[in-house]
């Protein structure tokens, strides 16, 4: 195909080709903006997918359980799950990810069972049966709230107390643990970041100008002081398994990264002994529990 040489077309088809070269640009430029633009507006439906109507409860199980109504830091009811092992020595405050409710968990709180720990799961404001909408701020406090729920209504000392996040819930309990006393934390399928996901999911676009959301997991893991365990698959569909390697690096010793497989949703199933031998591991290597006089931070 022979190359255009405008050194030859006339004044006016160089204009004309000039328009053409223009309006193109133009079109294509209007259309990046309007992708942006949509996507910097759906941000919150992007991100949150909270499912109103609760599904079977742990009973289904035939597990005993406790449902708890508590309030927020700014006033709004909330909904958990509390779930009792007998002769735990140890609590697992559950918080999930940015889809379904605590309905959805109730195979992780089988599993916990299993293992002899107790498991206090909650649904984020606008989740569930608790009162809102999520928001980002709202999720922290909603944890926070969980928390407070079990060092004060149940009496467990906060050295009793694993921290679990999941997905979105991952950054979530980071947050928390950096804030409050534990006996250590446990992140699984967690990203380093919403502007690092951003930047995976939409390369093209400059989403740390437009990004609504921090939710800055590698920044609040900098700031625990407990011992951390960081479970990642290789496999992880969703959030790449590179992210799990970087919340590994930025943790504070004493820390441990335990590899999984299968996808993001379904990985501490599919993965069977891998995944219920770590856990086992590490919460041998937690030791005995701390002094039950030890307090909680500020939150």
Partial sequence: MRKLNLKFLSQGAKSKVASVVIAVVAVLLTAYVAVALTLYFLQPRLLFHPVRELGPGPDELGLDFEKSLFRSGDGLQLSGWYVPAPNSQRTVLFCHGNGGNISHCLD???????????????????????????????????????????VEEKKIPPGQIIIFGRSLGASVAARLAGNADAAGLVLEGGFTSYVDMARKLYPFLPVRWFASYSYNTVDYLKRVRRPAMIIHSRDDDVVPFEFGRRLYKAANEPKEFVEIFGDHNDGFVVSGSVYTEAWRNWLKSLGQSRDACGGAKAL
Avoid: M
Avoid at 109 to 135: A, E, M, W
């Fill in 108 to 150: 992780t709180i089988n599993f916990f069972h299993n293992l002899g720990l107790s498991c206090f799961v909650f649904d984020y404001r606008g989740y569930g049966q608790s009162q809102g909408k999520p928001t980002e701020q709202g999720t922290y406090r909603d944890a926070a709230a969980a928390y407070k729920w079990l």
